[in-house]
C-alpha cells in the first residue's frame, strides 16, 4: 500500500478532480464508544459498510485513484481491512502511531505524499449522499487555483442530520468563507469533512499535534478561503445514536 442555498464561484465546466485524497482516518472515536473499544472508527459499520468503505465508494466515483490515508488508532487494524478491501486505488499510508497529530498535524505529517497539486481532504467519519452532481467534482469544477487556498463543502446546519453542533462557518453571497464561529453563538453552515486544498496551506506550522483551524484561519483572514454548498444529505456519524438515525433516514431513501 505504498456539505436551498446556491452559491456561483464561476465553476469551470473543464475542472479536473485532483489526483490525490487525503483520508483522514487517526483519531481516538471517542464519541463512538464502546464501539471504538476494539476497533477504529472508521472501521465502525453504518448501513452494513464501514464508514471508511463509504468514503471511498466516493471516492471512486468521483475518479480519484490515489489516498493517503493517516492512521494512529489500532492502526494494524485498519491498515490490514484497506489491503483486503482497496485493490483498484493507490494506497499510502502516512504512519501516526508514534503520535497522534489532529487534522492540522496530519496533513503537515503526510505533505510529501500528497504532492504539489491541489488535493481532496476528507474525514473518514461522516457520510454523505450526492444530490444532482457529485460533491467532489462540484469542487473540482469550482476550484480556481488563482485566489483560493481552500474550498470546503458545507451543508446548512438546519440541514446536518445527527449534528448536536451550532455550526462552523459564516460565508457571503458569492461563497468566500467570512469568518469561524463565534464562542456561544450559532453558524448557519457545517462542515461536512470534505473539502480541496493547495499544498500552500501546509506552512509555518508548530511543532507537534494541531487543528486544521490554524491553516483555515490563515486562509479566511487573506480571503482565500471558499465554499460551496453540498446540495444532498449529509449525516454527521459521530455517536451510536448517530448511527441509528443514519440508518434510520437511509432505510426511507
Known sequence: MTTAHTLSLRPDPGGVVPETAMVMAAGLGKRMRPLT???PKPLVEVAGKPLIDHVF?????????????????LADA???????RVH????????ERKQLMETGGGLVQARDLLGDKPFLCV??????????TDAIRILARQWDDARMDALLLLVPLARAASHRGQGDFHIDARGKVIGRRKPGRLAPFVFTGVQMLSPRVIADWPEGA???NLFWDRAIESGR???????????????P?????????LSEM
Not at 78 to 84: F, G, I, P, S, T
Open 78 to 84: 485498519l491498515e490490514a481491512h484497506l489491503r483486503n
Open 225 to 239: 478561503a471558499w465554499a460551496t454548498v453540498h446540495e444532498g444529505l449529509w449525516f454527521d456519524v459521530g455517536t
Open 123 to 132: 474525514n473518514s467519519d461522516n457520510l454523505w449522499v450526492d444530490g444532482p
Open 241 to 249: 445514536r448517530a448511527i441509528r438515525e443514519t440508518e434510520a433516514a
Open 210 to 212: 494541531f487543528s486544521t
Open 88 to 95: 483498484d486505488m493507490d494506497l499510502v499510508i502516512s504512519d
Open 57 to 73: 465508494d466516493r471516492l471512486r466515483t468521483a475518479g480519484i485513484r490515489r489516498a493517503v490515508v493517516n492512521v494512529h488508532y
Open 37 to 39: 473499544a476494539t476497533r
